[in-house]
């Protein structure tokens, strides 16, 4: 097994199956955003250490402490029945806090470290959601000596981020944003913390990958970066060789839960929105479009009938949401967002939580193999909500007597969905198909995991509402010549998901 780690707690562990991914930074960003031209190639620097003297003050070191209660039980010494020594003993062990159960709760304080960055002189600083989380006391220490108690302004789990406030009483050594987007692999990157609580520590590197997604929250998009970072790095800043904040460090991956140079950051451009709300609101203001998603694969491109494998396929329209409002409908491919291109699914997320809410944008979407445009007017998302979730011959089908009809292509019995079969799956009354009896345990249907219960809403984008109707659909596709067919599957909860299934012979 790896060894996952929070980085900025040390002694805090979580393991993980496969790999480890210790949190040891923060999601961060760019205050102002925006040039994607690219930067000249740049020889590899004598030495660090003016750009390192320049920028290491405002690095800081921020520390925490909470206050827990553990249990422990203690149990009470057994004393014959009227000795002098009962009253003793069971006036000892409650003042230590044992309580009814025989169990010692005492309260002790638990401490933490981690790294953070000034970014604005008045005493405004940047560091990680999970570094002052839950934290009683947060101190904040800079390369000076100087100690200041502060207050957070802000944070969010979902990118990692957190805004604290303190009141120097001189102006601090502030550090700005630069464009992430810029950034090139192979770019010189530099990175100050405090790993192990060794605050003022200076690691170099380069950028070794950008737009990883490491499943750490439904923003991914990281600088894999192979700079040294270790426990305590978590909000540390990633500087260029501009001496600009182009990510914050937030996790690596690690068997041990040190450094094995695979570190991730959380590029500027995108923490920057996120910080300025924090901010000026104490809190994070996405858009929200109201649909779920899915990939498209290339199994659903090809039934699609789109060139390549690109968007993401609207699995689910939220009832009341902007996009339902505006039009879009489930099986719609989303190919472009306000004018930016969406290349794969987990764009869209990103897309859209920083779009302005209130903004009306266009929505390019292919449906049915045409092109349509959209007008969608962005709303905010609410906690709860999902603003873009996710993931000619004879027939051979038969039907039995009682209305059953096997579909051997696919592997699957399928009934038309009365009220019987409503209560024997427990589906609910907004689902309309044709409903799943018996699946083959070796069947294509069964690889793909449809189950008994789900329930086939559309084939290739046809709606259908009987087993008859999804056996004359599917006759449709193989006398055109289709090897599989598309199908839009709810399981019994109503959630939709398209599905690529194979014919077999």
């Keep these: 097994m790896w060894h996952v780690t929070a980085s900025a707690r040390g002694g805090i562990a979580r393991t993980g199956r496969i790999a480890a991914l ?3 930074a923060a999601m961060f960003g760019s205050l102002g955003a925006g040039s994607f031209a690219a930067a000249e190639a740049r020889g590899a620097p004598e030495s660090f250490a003016d ?3 320049r920028l290491i003050d405002a690095v800081v070191n921020i520390s925490t402490s909470q206050r827990v ?17 009962e009253e003793f003993f069971e006036e000892f062990f409650n003042r230590r806090g044992e309580g009814d159960d025989g169990e010692s709760r005492r309260p002790h304080r638990v401490n933490s470290l981690g790294s953070g960055f000034v970014i604005d002189p008045d005493g405004l600083v940047v560091t990680n959601n999970h570094v002052i989380a839950e934290a009683d006391e947060i101190i904040v220490n800079f390369n000076d000596g100087t100690k200041l108690p502060a207050e957070v302004v802000g944070r969010d789990e979902k990118t990692d981020i957190a805004v604290l406030r303190v009141k120097p009483d001189k102006p601090l ?6 464009d992430s987007e810029a950034l090139r692999v192979g770019d010189w990157v530099l990175a100050i913390g405090n790993p192990f609580g060794l605050g003022g520590t200076v690691t170099a590197g380069i950028v070794s990958a950008r737009n990883r997604d490491i499943n750490a929250g439904p923003y991914d998009s990281f600088i894999q ?3 040294s970072i270790n426990r305590g790095n978590s909000g540390g800043p990633l500087f260029n060789m501009d001496g600009e904040v182009v990510g914050i460090n937030t996790a690596i991956i690690s068997p041990t839960g040190g450094s094995i140079g695979i570190g991730f950051a959380v590029p500027a451009n995108i923490a920057q929105n996120v910080i300025r709300q924090l901010v000026e609101f104490g809190e994070t203001r996405r858009g929200w479009l109201g649909v779920r998603i899915q990939s498209v694969t290339d199994e659903i491109a090809e039934s699609l009938g789109m060139d390549r494998a690109e968007g993401a396929l609207v699995a689910g329209v939220s009832s009341g949401g902007p996009a339902e409002a505006a039009g879009i409908e489930t099986g719609d491919v989303i190919l472009e967002f306000d004018g930016r291109r969406v290349g794969e699914m987990r764009e869209l997320p ?6 302005a809410i209130g903004k009306t944008v266009d929505v390019l979407v292919l449906r049915k193999g045409e092109r349509e445009t959209f007008k969608v007017t962005v709303g905010r998302l609410e906690e709860g909500e999902q603003m873009a979730a996710l993931d000619a011959g004879e027939s051979d089908e038969l039907a039995g007597e009682d209305g059953t009809v096997t579909i051997s292509a696919l592997g699957v019995d399928l009934s038309d969905l009365t009220d019987e079969l409503r209560s024997r799956y427990a589906i609910g009354d907004s689902v309309e198909g044709a409903v799943v009896t018996d699946v083959a345990p070796d069947g294509p249907a069964s690889a793909r995991q449809i189950s008994a219960g789900d329930v086939i809403v559309e084939v ?24 599989s067919a598309l199908l839009l599957v ?16």
């Design 22 to 24: 210790c949190l040891a």
């Design 51 to 53: 750009l390192s003297e």
């Design 69 to 85: 209660t553990t249990s422990q039980r203690i149990p009470t010494p057994r004393v014959p029945p009227g000795s002098p020594f």
């Design 173 to 178: 050594t502030a550090v700005s944003f630069g």
């Design 225 to 227: 970066t192979d700079a």
């Design 350 to 355: 990103r897309i859209v939580a920083d779009t």
């Design 460 to 483: 290739a984008q046809e709606k259908v509402t009987t087993a008859a109707d999804v056996r004359r659909e599917l006759d449709a596709l193989k006398a055109r010549g289709k090897k």
């Design 490 to 505: 709810a399981n019994p909860a109503g959630e939709l998901r398209f599905v690529v299934v194979p014919f077999q012979d």
